[in-house]
C-alpha cells in the first residue's frame, strides 16, 4: 500500500469485505459544481467575490460555470445512479436559499434541491446534506462573516429551514465541512475566500463555526429530527520530521492546532490547552456557556482524508523526502495514514460512528480518444479502501466512504487544473465521460 500500483491484480478489495450496511458513496459541494452563479435569485458569495480578484486563483477562474449542475441536474442523477452507489453526499449553496443570510428565502433555490432531493430517492440513493462547505452568502460577510458571533444565529435559522423543507428526504445532515480550512485558510494564510490574514480572527471564526455547529445541533433536535447529525472535519496524522525534541513538539502542537482543536471541544468540552496557551492573546473569546453547546452529542463524525504530515521545528517540511509520489496537488499517497488517523482517534476519543467523507486525489488524467485511464486514482481508491477496512478490522466503527469526487469541478483556489473526479468534465463541452476509475468503482459496487 502507499505505492501508486499499476497492476490490476493488486486490486483485492471487495464489497462483500464489508458490512452489507457499508454506505458506499461519491462526494462534491454546491460552489464546486452548481455554477448558476446568477442564475433564479442566487446572491452572491464569498467565493463569487474572492474570484473577481484573478491572482486568488490559479487559472483565474470562478464558479458562475462550474460543471453547470444546476441545469444538468437529472443528467447528473442518473449519472450517480450508473456507478450503483447507495449515497450522494452534496451541499447546500446558502447564498441560493437565502440570497442575503438572514431574512427573505429564494423559493427558486429551495425548489432546485428538493428536484435534488427527490431525484435521488426516486434512484434510490440516500442524501448525505452538508449545510456549509464554504460559501457564506457575502452579504453576512459585509457584517463580519464568521467572526460575527451574531452569525450563529442566522447560521441556526437557516439549518432548521434546510431540515424544515428537505429534512424528511434526506438520511444525514451535517452542519460544517472543515471549519480547519473555513478559519486557517479563510482568515489566517488568506489563500481562501474571504482571504483575510489574522490568527485572532481565524482562531475566533474557528470558535464561531463550532458554535454554530452546537447551536444548530440542539436547535434541529428540538424539531423533533431523528436523523443522524453530524460534523465533518479533514485530519491528518502529523509525525516529526525527526526524534529531536524540537520536532517532536512542533508535531504535537501541529496535531493540537488541526486535529484537537476540533476534536477536543467537539467530544471532551474545551480546547486543548496547550494550542491555547501558544496562541496567548489569540486564542478565542469564549461566552460562559459556549462549551456545553459546542459538546452536543453527535450522531457521526466525518473524516476527510488525503495526506498525512510532517513537522519540522526549523525548516518547511520537504514532502518529496518520503519517496512516495505525490498527487497533482502535491500531497504525498500515504494510504495507511488513514489507517493510523482512524485508530488513534478510536484510541484517544469515544468516538461516534465514523463515515469517511472524502477521499480522493487529484492527477493528471490525460483524455485519450475519448477515456481517461486513471490507474493512479483507481489504486489510490483502493488503497484507502483498504486502509479504511483495515481500521475497522481493529475495532474503528467506520460506516461508509465516499469518494472526492464525483467528477472534476472547481478545486476552490487551485480553479479548473486539478482533477479529482471520477468522472471527466470537459468544461468546454460540459460533456461528462466516466473515467477508468469510476468504472473500477462501479465494479466493486456491483459486488
Ligand atoms: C477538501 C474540500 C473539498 C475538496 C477537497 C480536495 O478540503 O472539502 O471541497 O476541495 O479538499
Not at 471564526?205 to 447551536?215: I, T, Y
Not at 504535537?252 to 496567548?280: C, F, H, Q, S, T
Not at 482512524?342 to 461516534?352: F, G, K, S, V
Amino acid at each position: 500500500m502507499g505505492k501508486v500500483s499499476s497492476d490490476i491484480q493488486s486490486l483485492v478489495i471487495k464489497k462483500s469485505d464489508f458490512p452489507a450496511s457499508f454506505t458506499w458513496g461519491v462526494a462534491t459541494s454546491s460552489f464546486q459544481i452548481e455554477g448558476a452563479g446568477q442564475q433564479d435569485g442566487r446572491g452572491p458569495s464569498i467565493w463569487d467575490t474572492f474570484c473577481e480578484t484573478p491572482a486568488h486563483i490559479a487559472d483565474q477562474s470562478n464558479g458562475l460555470v462550474a460543471c453547470d449542475h444546476y441545469n444538468r441536474l437529472d443528467e447528473d442523477l442518473d449519472l450517480i445512479a450508473s456507478l450503483g452507489v447507495k449515497a450522494y453526499r452534496f451541499s447546500i449553496s446558502w447564498p441560493r436559499v437565502q440570497p442575503l443570510g438572514q431574512g427573505a428565502w429564494n423559493e427558486a433555490g429551495f425548489d432546485f434541491y428538493e428536484r435534488l432531493v427527490d431525484g435521488l430517492r426516486q434512484r434510490g440513493i440516500e442524501a448525505f446534506l452538508t449545510l456549509y462547505h464554504w460559501d457564506l452568502p457575502q452579504a453576512l460577510q459585509d457584517q463580519g462573516g464568521w467572526n460575527n458571533r451574531d452569525i450563529c444565529q442566522h447560521f441556526c435559522n437557516y439549518a432548521c429551514e434546510v431540515v424544515r423543507r428537505l429534512g424528511d428526504r434526506v438520511a444525514t445532515v451535517c452542519t460544517h465541512n472543515e471549519p480547519w480550512v473555513v478559519s486557517i485558510l479563510g482568515h489566517e494564510t488568506g489563500i481562501f475566500a474571504p482571504g483575510l490574514k489574522d490568527r485572532k480572527i481565524a482562531y475566533q471564526v474557528g470558535h464561531h463555526l463550532l458554535l454554530s455547529h452546537g447551536m444548530a445541533l440542539q436547535a434541529i433536535r428540538a424539531m423533533s429530527f431523528q436523523k443522524p447529525l453530524g460534523i465533518v472535519l479533514n485530519q491528518s496524522p502529523i509525525y516529526p520530521a525527526s526524534q529531536a525534541p524540537e520536532d517532536v513538539a512542533k508535531a504535537r502542537l501541529d496535531d493540537g492546532i488541526v486535529v484537537r482543536w476540533y476534536m477536543d471541544p467537539l467530544l471532551k468540552g474545551a480546547y486543548p490547552a496547550d494550542v491555547i496557551e501558544w496562541l496567548g492573546d489569540d486564542a478565542p473569546e469564549v461566552h460562559a456557556g459556549d462549551m456545553a453547546q459546542i459538546a452536543q452529542p453527535l450522531d457521526f463524525i466525518g473524516v476527510n482524508y488525503y495526506t498525512r504530515n510532517f513537522s519540522c521545528a526549523s525548516q518547511t517540511w520537504d514532502v518529496a523526502s518520503t519517496g512516495n509520489p505525490l498527487t497533482e496537488m502535491g500531497w504525498e499517497i500515504y494510504a495507511p495514514g488513514l489507517t493510523e488517523l482512524l485508530t488513534r482517534l478510536h484510541a484517544d476519543y469515544t468516538l461516534p460512528a465514523v463515515y469517511i467523507t472524502e477521499n480522493g486525489g487529484a492527477f493528471k488524467d490525460p483524455m485519450v480518444n475519448g477515456q481517461v485511464d486513471d490507474q493512479d486514482r483507481l489504486a489510490y481508491l483502493h488503497d484507502h479502501i483498504q486502509a479504511t477496512h483495515t481500521a475497522m478490522a481493529q475495532g474503528v466503527d467506520v460506516r461508509g466512504y465516499f469518494v472526492w469526487s464525483l467528477m472534476d469541478n472547481f478545486e476552490w483556489a487551485s480553479g479548473y487544473e486539478k482533477r479529482f473526479g471520477i468522472v471527466h468534465v470537459d468544461y468546454a463541452s460540459l460533456r461528462r465521460t466516466l473515467k477508468q476509475s469510476a468504472l473500477w468503482y462501479q465494479s466493486l459496487l456491483k459486488g
